[in-house]
């Protein structure tokens, strides 16, 4: 089975243009979640799909960062203008919906690794 | 404050030697995850655990729910242990089980 994947693994870009990245998380995993680290800090919690709704986008630093996921399937993330302080590394996990359990395992992607320079 | 606290922020040990890596944090929670980063790798779910204790190998998480604490012990450490060492919390109930994490433990061991 595929684990959860990112693209790009790195991207380069400068202040003011746009980036989107792209998550595909577990065939059948109904959550997908978005995480940021940003250097020197502990990774958060950015957003939270349950299939193509947003369940919680509390962790949305701002206008500039647009979350999508079409069908249910894969998820991007789109950053728009871009800023210094985006720099950092953005996860994506998925995990099932185990409606009978109140906690369940997420799995995470390697990560896109964003430079705003 | 972080709601999550990680101690200690690194830790070198020697080949062999027992580590123990604390976590204590200060909200309601229904699992605690205990994770792992190598250098260059991605992220990957070590334990999750709302009670009691699990042990995988020589890897053995413990958490006390009463005192808001958790520990990741290793034994007979080896330098492949090597890497990040990530404590975070999730609380389905409330929160849709997003993770809010410590700041993790960079741990090298040596040979």
């Known amino acids: 089975e595929a684990g959860v994947t990112q693209f790009p693994s790195h991207s380069v870009i400068e202040k003011g243009q746009t980036v989107t990245l792209r998550c595909d998380p577990i065939?059948?995993?109904?959550?997908l979640y978005w995480y940021r680290r940003v250097m020197g800090k502990e990774i958060k919690f950015l957003l939270h799909?349950?299939?193509?709704?947003?369940?919680?986008e509390s962790g949305m630093p701002n206008n500039r960062f647009l979350a999508e996921r079409t069908g249910g399937t894969y998820s991007t993330l789109k950053v728009q203008p871009a800023e210094l302080e985006d720099s950092g590394v953005y996860f994506c996990?998925?995990?099932?919906?185990?409606?009978?359990?109140?906690?369940?395992?997420?799995?995470f992607g390697p990560g896109t690794r964003l430079t705003v320079l | 404050k972080n709601e999550v606290e990680q101690s200690p922020q690194n830790l070198t040990a020697q080949e062999g030697e027992f580590i123990t890596i604390n976590c204590s944090y200060s909200?309601?929670?229904?699992?605690l995850h205990w994770l792992q980063q190598h250098p260059g790798g991605g992220i990957v779910s070590l334990f999750m655990?709302?009670?009691g204790k699990k042990k995988h190998g020589r890897l053995i998480a413990t958490i006390n729910i009463q005192e808001k604490h958790s520990s990741l012990h290793i034994t007979a450490s080896h330098p492949r242990d090597s890497a990040v060492y990530i404590c975070?919390?999730?609380?389905?109930?409330?929160?849709?089980?997003?993770?809010?994490f410590g700041a993790g433990t960079i741990l090298r061991v040596k040979s």
């Open positions: 996990a998925s995990s099932q919906d185990l409606k009978h359990l109140s906690y369940n395992e997420q799995f």
């Open positions: 065939s059948g995993h109904d959550n």
């Open positions: 799909f349950v299939k193509e709704s947003k369940q919680d």
């Open positions: 909200v309601g929670i229904s699992a």
């Open positions: 655990l709302s009670s």
């Open positions: 975070a919390v999730s609380n389905g109930m409330e929160y849709g089980n997003k993770l809010v």
